[in-house]
Structures are given as structure tokens and as C-alpha cells.
């Protein structure tokens, strides 16, 4: 059996390569667990320090979880569409009701604190990404799970949902990024550069980050793992193509003069 081929499984590596980027996701949640329970004192609703913890730990498991709603198509590539868009739905809704939180708490902390809102660039990018990702959600549940939108209006949007939602995952880890340097450069204003464990820590959890993304937009781009052809869809990608001739050719015709 050919690994990799597009009519099976994932293959041994591919499989391998879904296991890591799960360990990794993992162990972002876990070291920004550890991160904000040792160091700062861990997790509460109360307006406090620790309402602000709630931040970081949601933002980036919502972020391991943003990416295994996308890796769904890869790990359950031959299986049929319909229950595999619902997986994919529902945990990208999971995703955000996480992120939600996460920023309710911060801009709760804010608002308690007297801390004006909105000012940094992590901020501003952190809430353009929010904002996009609810409407990719919305676009995608209009035109896919739910749909409102004719075939050939389906087939024109797919690509863009494709690369926007890579796009959200890409601008979710830089913000995440962003977001770590800001809280480091807070909380260790003159030892940052002194090499403490808080700083080292903070650091790897960023480089398990980038891990995580990279191997992700590897998994999600690679030809070989693209769900394969499946008669249940064959019919509308049949119907699209018939559409599509029909319009370049004059006067409908299917066939040359
Ligand atoms: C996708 C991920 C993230 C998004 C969408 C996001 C979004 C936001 C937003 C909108 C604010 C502004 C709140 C206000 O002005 O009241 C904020 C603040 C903050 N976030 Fe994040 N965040 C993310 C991840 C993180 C992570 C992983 C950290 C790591 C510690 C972090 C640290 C901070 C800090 C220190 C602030 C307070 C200072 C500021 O307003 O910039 N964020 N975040």
C-alpha cells in the first residue's frame, strides 16, 4: 500500500505529523497554564491580576483548537463531507465562545482597573483577528453547513473561505505572539534580558507556537492530504462543471461547432 496516495489514509508520516502538532497544541495550553498559575498567581473572575490570567490560557487554547476544527478535513479526509463540516463547524464555535471569554475577561480586568482599552498594537490586531474570525464562521455556516447560497456561489467562495481561514490562523499566532512579548516586557519591565525562567518559558512557549503552525499550514497545504474525490459530492462538483462549461461556451452550447 502507497502511503500518502490520495484514496487513502493519511499515511504513517502524516499520521506522525498530526500526533506532534497534538502534543504541541497540548503543551501550549499547558505551559501558559503553568505560566499564569505559578508565576502570576493563577485564575479568577474578580477583576484582579488573575482575571487577566483567564486571558492568555483561553486565547491559546482557542488557538489549538481554531487549528484542530481545520485539521478535521485532513483526519477524517475519507469520510463523508456533511458530518466532517459539522465537526468543523462545531469546533471552530467552541473556538470562539473560548476566545470570547478570553477577551471579555481582559477588557473586564481593563475596565476594573481603570486601564485604558484598545492601545497597543497587540490589541488592535488581537480584535481585528476576533472580529474576522466571527465573520469567516458566519460566511462559512451561511454558504456551507446551512446553506443560503446557490452551487455556483458555493463553488466561487470556497477558495476564499480556504485562504482566509488560513489567513485568521496565521494573524491568531502572531497575535498570540504579540500578546506574550507585551505581558513579558510588563512583568519583567528591567530582568527580560537576565535570561529568568519566567522570560525562557514565556519564549518556548512562542517557539511552540510558530511549531504548531507551521506544522499545521504544512498539514493543511500538502497536495497528498487533500480529501480525495467522494462520490457523495460528485454530484455538485459535476453540476458546477456543467455550469461552468455551459458559460464559457456561446450560446450554452457543451459542445464545439
Ligand atoms: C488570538 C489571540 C489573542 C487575541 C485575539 C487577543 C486580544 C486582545 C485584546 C482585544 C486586548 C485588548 C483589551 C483591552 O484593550 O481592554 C488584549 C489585551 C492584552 N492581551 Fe491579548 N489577545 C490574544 C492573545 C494573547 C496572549 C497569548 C497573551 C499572552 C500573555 C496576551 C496578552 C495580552 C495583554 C498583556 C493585554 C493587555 C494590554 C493590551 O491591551 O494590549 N494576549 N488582547
Request: glycine content about 10%; some cysteine.
Amino acid at each position: 500500500m502507497e502511503s500518502g496516495s490520495q484514496s487513502e489514509g493519511l499515511g504513517a508520516f502524516g499520521w506522525w505529523l498530526v500526533a506532534v502538532s497534538q502534543a504541541l497544541g497540548m503543551s501550549m495550553v499547558v505551559l501558559t497554564g503553568v505560566w499564569m498559575g505559578q508565576y502570576h498567581g493563577g485564575f479568577s473572575w474578580d477583576g484582579s491580576a488573575h482575571q487577566f490570567n483567564i486571558h492568555p490560557f483561553c486565547m491559546v487554547l482557542g488557538l489549538f483548537l481554531y487549528g484542530d476544527g481545520v485539521l478535521v478535513y485532513r483526519v477524517f479526509r475519507n469520510e463523508s463531507k456533511r458530518p466532517v463540516k459539522m465537526l468543523h463547524a462545531l469546533i471552530h464555535v467552541m473556538s470562539m465562545i473560548i476566545f470570547l471569554i478570553g477577551i471579555v475577561a481582559v477588557f473586564g480586568f481593563h475596565s476594573s482597573n481603570k486601564i485604558p482599552d484598545m492601545y497597543s498594537l497587540h490589541s488592535w490586531c488581537g480584535l481585528a483577528t476576533f472580529i474576522g474570525f466571527c465573520i469567516q464562521w458566519l460566511m462559512g455556516f451561511g454558504f456551507f453547513l446551512f446553506p443560503v447560497a446557490s452551487a455556483w456561489l458555493r463553488a466561487w467562495y470556497l477558495p476564499l473561505h480556504k485562504f482566509f481561514g488560513v489567513l485568521m490562523f496565521a494573524l491568531m499566532t502572531m497575535s498570540c505572539l504579540l500578546g506574550i512579548t507585551e505581558k513579558l516586557l510588563f512583568a519583567l519591565p528591567s530582568t527580560y534580558s537576565k535570561f529568568l525562567p519566567e522570560g525562557v518559558l514565556a519564549n518556548c512557549l512562542g517557539v511552540l507556537l510558530l511549531l504548531f503552525a507551521a506544522l499545521l499550514g504544512y498539514l493543511v497545504t500538502r497536495e497528498e492530504y487533500r480529501r480525495p474525490p467522494n462520490p457523495e459530492e460528485e454530484p455538485l462538483s459535476v453540476h458546477f462543471k456543467t455550469l461552468n462549461e455551459e458559460a464559457a461556451s456561446p450560446r450554452g452550447s457543451l459542445t464545439s461547432p
